[in-house]
C-alpha cells in the first residue's frame, strides 16, 4: 500500500505538539533551564543564527550578553527538528555555503561540533523524457571538476562547454571583488562617504579595516566594473543570454538568481541575487546532522564564553525609558529585563511594527519599514522516503544506493528557462503553477545519522507560491495536500515510484514559514534582495534613518537578515551588529570613566 494514501499532511498545530512531546533535548543543549537574570549588559531578542553569532563575539568581549528564543529549540530557519519519527529535517534552510569564513574560525565551530560533508557534483539537472536530446543527452550534472563540466555542456551546446569556463572565472573575479562588502558596516561607509575633507575620509578608512579591504578589493575591478554594473542591474536571462545558448544549462543557473525571492529569470537586478548565491567560503555543503548543527554550534560557542541563552521565552515588547533609548525587554509572562543595549534578530517588520510603539519612531522611518517588500514564493515539503529517487535519465546502478547525483540539488521543471518565468507569473496573479520550480536535495545520501538504515530524507524547496492566493483562497489542509500532490506527479515524470516511497511529510507554505519561524511574509531574507534594499538602503535609505545595524531608538541594534548585507546563512548581520554593540558600549563607558 502507498504510505502516501494513508497519510495526512500533518498541520501546524499537530506538529507543535509532537514537537513538544519529543522535548527535543538533543538539539537545545545549549539553552538553559533556569530563569534569566534581570539585567544584562546586552539582551538579543531571537536565537536564529545570526542573534547566536552576535551573542558569541559580545560575550566573548566580556559583554554579559542573554538571548531569548520563542520557539523550543534556537535556531530560527536553521534548525534540526524531527517531524517525522526517526527522520531528521533540516525543516527550513537546507544547505550551507554562504557562512563568513572568520565567523567559521573566530568562534571555533569546528571544535564546536560542526562537521560538513563536501559535495561533487553539486548541481543535477534530469530533463523529461519527452525533452531527451537526439545525441543521448538527458540530463546535465556540474561540479568542480572542469573537464568533467565541459563534457556535460558539450552533450548540449560545444559553444557553451567552451564559454562556461571563462563565465566561471569572470564571476569568481566579481564575487572576489565585492565579496568584503558582506562584511563592512553600513555605519561606517556611511561615515566614509558624509566625510567632507580628505583627512575625514581617511581617518574612517583607517578606524575600518573592513572599509579598507572592501574598498582596495573594489578599487582592483578595473575592466570587470561593467560587468559588475550589469551583473547589478540587469536580469539573469539577459545576462546568461549573452555567455550561453543552451537552454538547460541557462534554467539551471538561472535557479540561482530567482532562489527564494519573488522574482523571474527576466525581472531587472536579478542578476544580483545570482552572485549573491556564489559568495560562499565553505562551497555548497551538508551540516552533518542537518542545518541544526550549525546553530548548535554557534550557541555552543556562545554558552562556552558564558552567554546566557534561552528557549521558550517570547518577546512581546522592547522597554523605553524616559529619554525614548532601549532599556531591555519585557516577556510574554510580564517578565522585564533590563539591558544597556537590546538587539533584534526579528524582521524590521517585527522589530519596529509589533515590539515597539509606533508613536516612538519617526514618521518618515516608520513608512520606509511599512514599505518594505516581505514577498515570498517559497514552500518548502520535508518529505521521508523508504527509498532513494530513481531518475529515469540516470537510473541507480544499484537499487537504492547513492549515485553522486544524490548528493547534488536536484533541479526538477528547469528544462528551459520559460518554465521557471511561467510559474513566476502564475504566482503574480496570485495561482499556483503547475509546474513549479523544484529544487530537492537529499542529504542523507552522504548523512546517514538523518534517516533509518535504507530511507531517506528528502528536501523540497519549490516555488513559486504566492502567501496570497487569487479571489480569497487560503492555505488550508486541502489546498497543501493538492500543491503537495501537483509537485510529486512532476517528480513522478522523472523519478516514476517517488510517491510510492512517501512514508511522511510536512507542507511549509509562505504563511506557515511566518507563523513558526517569525519570516514576515514568508521571506527567508528578511526582506527582498532587490537593489532598492540592499546595502546602504537596508532596511531603508540612508537619509531616512541611521545606518543599520543602528536604528532611531539609542541603544537598539538590528542583528538579522533584514540588516546589511541581508539573507542566507552567512553570519554577517550577527557579526557586524555586535562589532558595533562592542564600540558602542565601550564608548559608553569611556564616557562614564571621563
Not at 546563512?569 to 551588529?577: Q, S
Request: proline share 6%; charged share 15%.
Amino acid at each position: 500500500m502507498n504510505p502516501y494514501n494513508i497519510m495526512t499532511i500533518m498541520t501546524v498545530s499537530r506538529i507543535q505538539q509532537f514537537l513538544k512531546s519529543f522535548h527535543m533535548k538533543y538539539y537545545s543543549i545549549h539553552t538553559r533551564t533556569s530563569e534569566p537574570s534581570s539585567t544584562y549588559d546586552a539582551v538579543i531578542i531571537g536565537g536564529g543564527h545570526n542573534g547566536l553569532v552576535a551573542a558569541a563575539y559580545l560575550q566573548k568581549s566580556g559583554i554579559q550578553t542573554c538571548v531569548l528564543e520563542k520557539r523550543h529549540i534556537v535556531g530560527g530557519a536553521a534548525v534540526t527538528e524531527e517531524i517525522v519519527p526517526g527522520f531528521k529535517f533540516s525543516r527550513a534552510s537546507y544547505v550551507l555555503s554562504l557562512l563568513r569564513p572568520h565567523i567559521y574560525s573566530d568562534l571555533e565551530l569546528k571544535k564546536h561540533g560542526l562537521k560538513m560533508y563536501s559535495r561533487n557534483p553539486s548541481s543535477y539537472t534530469p530533463l523529461r523524457e519527452s525533452a531527451w536530446q537526439k545525441n543521448g543527452a538527458r540530463s546535465l550534472t556540474l561540479g568542480l571538476d572542469e573537464l568533467r563540466n565541459e563534457r556535460q555542456i558539450a552533450m548540449f551546446s560545444q559553444k557553451d562547454s567552451q564559454a562556461y569556463r571563462h563565465y566561471e572565472e569572470k564571476v569568481k573575479r566579481l564575487v572576489t571583488a565585492i565579496e568584503p562588502i558582506l562584511d563592512l558596516s553600513v555605519a561606517d561607509t556611511m561615515t566614509f562617504l558624509r566625510a567632507e575633507s580628505v583627512w575625514g575620509k581617511i581617518n574612517a578608512l583607517l578606524r575600518s579595516p573592513c572599509l579598507r579591504k572592501a574598498a582596495t578589493s573594489v578599487s582592483l575591478l578595473g575592466a570587470d566594473i561593467p560587468a559588475l554594473y550589469e551583473f547589478l542591474t540587469a536580469p539573469a536571462s539577459s545576462i546568461l543570454n549573452h555567455w550561453f545558448e543552451s537552454e538547460p544549462l541557462k534554467a539551471t543557473l538561472s535557479t540561482d538568481a530567482v532562489i527564494g525571492t519573488m522574482t523571474g529569470p527576466y525581472t531587472p537586478g536579478s542578476g544580483y541575487v545570482l552572485l549573491h548565491h556564489m559568495m560562499g567560503g565553505t562551497g555548497w555543503s551538508y551540516p552533518k546532522g542537518g542545518m541544526g548543527a550549525v546553530t548548535q554550534a554557534m550557541a555552543a560557542a556562545a554558552a562556552s564564553y558564558g552567554a546566557h541563552i534561552f528557549t521558550n521565552v517570547e518577546v512581546s515588547r522592547i522597554c523605553l525609558n524616559g529619554d525614548g533609548q532601549a532599556a531591555g525587554v519585557v516577556t510574554s509572562e510580564g517578565r522585564e529585563i533590563k539591558a544597556t543595549i537590546v538587539m533584534s534578530n526579528a524582521t524590521p517588520y517585527v522589530t519596529f511594527q509589533k515590539l515597539l510603539p509606533q508613536a516612538a519612531l519617526p514618521e518618515k522611518f516608520q513608512a520606509a519599514i511599512e514599505s518594505i517588500n516581505y514577498a515570498s514564493p517559497i514552500t518548502k515539503i520535508n518529505v521521508a522516503v523508504n527509498k532513494l529517487p530513481n531518475f529515469l535519465a540516470d537510473p541507480c546502478e544499484k537499487e537504492n544506493e547513492p549515485m553522486p547525483l544524490h548528493q547534488c540539488t536536484i533541479h526538477v521543471n528547469c528544462e528551459n528557462t520559460e518554465i521557471i518565468n511561467q510559474s513566476y507569473n502564475c504566482a503574480l496573479n496570485g495561482d499556483i503553477s503547475d509546474r513549479p520550480m523544484i529544487e530537492m536535495v537529499i542529504p542523507s545520501s552522504v548523512d546517514p545519522t538523518l534517516a533509518p538504515p535504507g530511507c531517506h530524507v528528502c528536501l523540497l524547496f519549490t516555488q513559486y507560491t504566492p502567501y496570497h492566493l487569487r479571489n480569497g483562497a487560503t492555505w488550508d489542509d486541502k489546498t497543501k495536500e493538492n500543491y503537495a500532490k501537483q509537485v510529486f506527479s512532476n517528480i513522478e515524470e522523472y523519478a516514476p515510484g517517488f510517491t510510492d516511497s512517501i512514508i511522511g511529510m510536512e507542507v511549509l507554505t509562505p504563511p506557515d514559514l511566518d507563523e513558526i519561524f517569525g519570516l514576515t511574509g514568508g521571506d527567508i531574507f528578511h526582506g527582498a534582495l532587490s537593489m532598492d534594499q540592499l546595502f546602504l538602503s537596508r532596511p531603508v535609505s540612508g537619509d531616512i534613518g541611521p545606518p543599520a545595524p543602528f536604528t532611531p531608538i539609542n541603544k537598539l541594534l538590528l542583528c538579522g537578515s533584514g540588516a546589511h548585507p541581508g539573507g542566507g546563512v552567512t553570519g554577517a548581520p550577527g557579526y557586524i551588529a555586535a562589532q558595533a554593540g562592542i564600540a558602542l558600549l565601550l564608548a559608553m563607558k569611556s564616557k562614564i570613566w571621563h
